[in-house]
């Protein structure tokens, strides 16, 4: 099992950057396939973005593709994703998950992560 807890939120202005942080507890943390996910009232949690084991494949939402980038650093025990040009639909908690299974690269569905840490709140405001 492994705890997640995030970190890095805040209120911040449209067009501007936030980097979100997620601390792993086990150093395994290089055994899972890493994901971000986010959940904006009144909505459905979703997909945002994901990386492989040791980083390399990544994939994003159509919605955030070229303004955020998933990275990690395995010796850190720490997921990260960059959030440039920030956009007020982007407002919503933001959620770290990992996956033990890695008989593919990357995963893009809540179902395929079996741990999640509590959310950071992300506000953008117009």
């Known amino acids: 099992q492994v705890e997640l807890v995030e970190s890095g939120g805040g209120l911040v202005q449209a067009g501007t950057s936030l980097r979100l942080s997620c601390q792993a507890s086990?150093?395994?943390?290089?055994?899972?396939?890493m994901g971000w996910f986010r959940q904006a009232p009144g909505k459905e949690r979703e997909f945002v973005a994901a990386?492989?084991?040791?980083?390399?494949?990544?994939g994003y939402a159509d919605s955030v593709k070229g303004r955020f980038t998933i990275s990690r650093d395995n010796d850190k025990n720490t997921l990260y994703l960059q959030m440039n040009s920030l956009k007020p639909g982007d407002t919503a908690v933001y959620y770290c998950?990992?996956?033990?299974?890695?008989?593919?690269?990357?995963?893009?569905?809540?179902?395929?992560?079996?741990?999640w840490g509590q959310g950071t709140q992300v506000t953008v405001s117009s």
């Open positions: 998950a990992a996956a033990e299974d890695h008989s593919r690269s990357i995963y893009y569905t809540e179902r395929e992560y079996d741990y």
């Open positions: 990386i492989a084991r040791i980083g390399g494949s990544t």
């Open positions: 086990r150093r395994t943390f290089r055994n899972y396939v």
